[in-house]
């Protein structure tokens, strides 16, 4: 399963975009980019999943570029409420794969 | 539709004790994974389920059991119960199908062992 790298934590503003990097630079041919976001005291929440170009939902967009050895999800115009903990996981889920790993995450918080 | 729903929302345990943490899901998933989470950790999978009567180890194993009698439920077993296991539990469902990281998941059993 390919390691992946986000920053720890990052600040930004009520309005604002915010874009989250994670570093995967040994993804594997099948493998998907999915995040996630977490508030305290509950289970994750899946955001997006992508695997090449750009995913657009109505919560987040995904964007990869054509060597996938990174990926960008960006929140567009941040409220106090986006303030919780984004995963990024890469992998291929099909059959009995048991490494799904987390990490540790972004912590995000959204100042007014 | 309930989604996954886990029992009990807090337990404190003694040292040696044993208990169930159960987990059940209405959405027909086949796929049922039990993740531990601890205080500013990101999740590790414990054991996963890719349907009923099929098992497997995750990351983190060691002092845990499972069992899959039904597509439904997925109950996770603490056998003499350790400080080291006090953490906040996750179960999560997901459908069945290559690629689908998009698991479902309960709002935990936070357990306290003493």
């Known amino acids: 399963l390919a390691k992946t790298t986000q920053p720890i934590s990052m600040d930004s503003y009520e309005g604002q975009e915010v874009n989250i990097t994670c570093s995967h630079n040994n993804i594997a041919t099948n493998d998907y980019i999915t995040w996630y976001q977490q508030f305290p005291s509950q289970g994750p929440r899946f955001i997006i999943q992508g695997y090449k170009t750009k995913v657009t939902n109505e919560v987040a967009s995904l964007f990869i570029p054509a060597d996938r050895k990174s990926s960008t999800l960006s929140l567009p115009r941040v409220s106090l409420s986006d303030t919780a903990v984004y995963y990024c996981?890469?992998?291929?889920?099909?059959?009995?794969?048991?490494?799904?790993?987390f990490g540790k995450g972004t912590r995000l918080h959204i100042l007014p | 539709n309930a989604g996954v729903t886990q029992t009990p929302k807090f337990r404190i345990l003694k040292i040696g004790q044993s208990m169930t943490l159960q987990c059940t899901q209405d959405m027909n998933h086949n796929y049922m994974y039990w993740y531990r989470q601890d205080p500013g950790m990101g999740l590790k999978l414990i054991y996963y389920?890719?349907?009923?009567?099929?098992?497997d180890k995750g990351e983190v194993p060691n002092g845990y059991n499972v069992s899959r009698s039904t597509t439904e439920d997925f109950p996770l077993r603490l056998e003499l119960a350790a400080p080291s296991q006090t953490s906040v539990y996750f179960c999560a469902s997901s459908y069945e199908g290559a690629h689908s990281y998009e698991q479902y998941f309960g709002p935990g059993t936070r357990l306290t062992v003493t």
């Open positions: 996981l890469v992998g291929a889920l099909g059959g009995r794969d048991d490494k799904i790993i």
């Open positions: 389920s890719v349907g009923a009567g099929i098992t």
